[in-house]
Nanobody, 126 residues
């Protein structure tokens, strides 16, 4: 199983970036997919996730600015980030979880049965 992110980079505040995640797995349809954000010294927190039943959840902190979309029948999850703020800087990870992050506490969602991507950097300058 392999989870591969692409996109990211540097942008000025107010700008936009798009991230893409591709899952290489024979059983990718068994997993939920999600995007997580981490800054040094802090927990990795959920930004948005897609459930196998088609439901999408977006963190309150990015609601209205970030949009997640899943290619129907495919193994790709995209994150469109608009109106970026310096606080959005950090590493963005894509992950898949067969347990669909059932034990979340707020946006802290331990990965129970899945995989992380290697992460991609986002830098928003003021």
């Amino acid at each position: 199983v392999k989870v591969v992110e692409s996109g990211g980079g540097s942008v000025q505040a107010g700008g936009s970036l798009g991230l893409s995640c591709v899952v290489f797995a024979d059983t990718y349809s068994h997993y939920c997919m999600g995007w997580f954000h981490q800054v040094p010294g802090s927990e990795r927190l959920r930004v948005a996730d897609w459930h196998r039943d088609g439901n999408i959840r977006v963190a309150d902190s990015v609601k209205g600015r970030f949009t997640v979309s899943k290619d129907k029948g495919k193994n790709t999850l995209s994150l469109q980030m608009n109106s970026l703020e310096p606080e959005d800087s950090g590493t963005y990870y894509c992950a898949i979880d067969r347990a669909c992050w059932v034990y979340c506490k707020g946006d802290y969602c331990p990965l129970l049965d899945g995989y992380w991507g290697q992460g991609t950097q986002v830098n928003v300058t003021s």
